[in-house]
């Protein structure tokens, strides 16, 4: 088993670095992260934080904020920092007060009230936003020392695909980049299953 190991984190010569995807090693038990796949919106010498991407939740934006008359617009789970809290991320940093730039046309945060109001209005396409409750995050080289013990695969990952959800999304960037990382797409959750 720990030649298993040892070639899946091989397989993955990058390091994370902001907008980059990261991918649960296959065989991860924890509940929040097990093949989870997390776009990171930061990454540096003080802490890492990004936000799980395949993991809808069953709520919606208009239930966790009822009698705003807003759409039913899915919410995901981002991770367990703060999960009662509602983030977001979105195209909108020119309209949205406050935003925080991550990449090219792409912001987090910002004035809730005021993208409320804009969704309200139709002033935005919704599609181009993504609701998470809570965020994932380590704090200073936590994320260092979890790639050193191989917990996770980094990949490049393209910031317009953000708004896209795929419950399958962590075997679909697998199965697309080939070869052994085809491989490791169709592993069993327990290896000793195989």
């Given at each position: ?26 065989f991860m038990t924890d509940d929040h ?55 977001f991320i979105h195209q909108y940093g020119e309209m949205v007060n406050e935003s ?95």
């Amino acid at each position: 088993m720990i030649d298993l190991f040892e070639n899946i984190s091989k397989v993955s010569k990058m390091k994370p670095k902001k907008g980059c995807a990261l991918l649960a090693e296959p065989f991860m038990t924890d509940d929040h992260f097990s093949r989870s796949v997390i776009y990171l919106c930061e990454h540096n010498k003080e802490g890492s934080y990004g936000f799980i991407l395949n993991n809808k939740l069953d709520l919606t934006l208009d239930q966790i904020i009822p009698d705003q008359n807003l759409p039913k617009l899915d919410v995901s789970y981002g991770g367990p920092v703060h999960a009662s809290n509602l983030f977001f991320i979105h195209q909108y940093g020119e309209m949205v007060n406050e935003s925080v730039k991550l990449d090219t046309n792409l912001w987090t945060g910002g004035d809730f009230e005021q993208l409320i109001e804009l969704i309200k209005i139709n002033a935005v396409d919704i599609n181009k936003i993504r609701f998470f409750l809570g965020y994932s995050g380590w704090s200073s080289e936590q994320l260092d020392s979890e790639m050193k013990s191989r917990s996770w695969i980094v990949t490049n990952y393209k910031n317009n695909k953000l708004f896209e959800y795929n419950n399958d999304l962590w075997k679909t960037i697998l199965i697309k980049k080939g070869g052994k990382f085809k491989a490791i797409s169709n592993f069993p959750l327990n290896p000793l299953d195989n």
